[in-house]
């Protein structure tokens, strides 16, 4: 158990949908990590948010949005849902406080998979 | 970023030593080199991380040449339960960087 928890674990939805994820991350991370896993794609890095502020974005739609509250959880909407967008959606955290450290690890939750059909 | 080169896959038997190479020929001065498992549906998990030479910890050890241009995750006596993907990433180890995954290596060990 990473200590990243997502919810909810499934999620089946129809096309043109709009749907929200929600992570809560370790206990003390201040980063949150967005990452996307469809077959053909692989792993991909969608956003990032460090204390609430967006830090990184990565390969995320336009049709995509995250913002971290003041708790540190995070949530991911996704709408306009498209076939394609079926894929597992990851969040992950870490301790790193803003600073230049040299090394951090990230912990991954277990995943929301969402079905668009 | 480094550009990583793994195996797609590899085969081996329960009992047995693993070992998994990357190639990472334009690895920077400030790239560190760090390994993720990652089993079916579910998130990866940090393995084990290193800069040069070599470095052990409870579950692997990672083995990097004096011109870390290639390293080698070693799995000792690997069992069922490490049947996964392992991925290879090389970065600055910048702290608050997101991670690029490239395809992996997908270990199947049997009986």
């Known amino acids: 158990d990473s200590g990243v928890t997502q919810t909810p674990k499934h999620l089946i939805t129809a096309t043109g949908q709009r749907v929200t994820l929600r992570c809560s991350p370790r206990s003390g991370d201040l980063s949150v990590y967005w990452y996307q896993q469809s077959l053909d794609q692989g792993l991909q890095f969608l956003i990032q948010y460090y204390n609430g502020e967006e830090r990184a974005k990565g390969n995320i739609l336009e049709r995509f949005s995250a913002q971290q509250f003041p708790d540190l959880h995070s949530e991911l909407n996704l709408s306009s849902l498209e076939l394609g967008d079926s894929a597992l959606y990851f969040c992950?955290?870490?301790?790193w406080g803003g600073g230049h450290s040299s090394t951090d690890t990230q912990y991954f939750g277990p995943g929301t998979r969402l079905t668009v059909l | 970023l480094a550009k990583t080169t793994q195996p797609i896959s590899m085969d081996s038997y329960e009992g047995q030593e693993v070992n998994i190479t990357c190639s990472h020929n334009?690895?920077?001065?400030?790239?560190?080199i760090t390994w993720y498992q990652q089993f079916p549906s579910q998130g990866p998990r940090f393995i084990i991380q290193?800069?040069?030479t070599k470095v052990t910890n409870e579950v692997a050890s990672l083995f990097i040449p004096a011109d870390r241009k290639s390293s080698t995750l070693s799995l000792p006596r690997v069992s069922l339960s490490d049947t996964a993907v392992y991925y290879c990433l090389v970065g600055d180890g910048q702290a608050g960087t997101a991670l690029i995954f490239g395809k992996g290596t997908t270990l199947s060990v049997s009986s």
């Open positions: 334009n690895i920077a001065t400030n790239d560190y």
């Open positions: 290193g800069y040069k």
């Open positions: 992950a955290s870490s301790a």
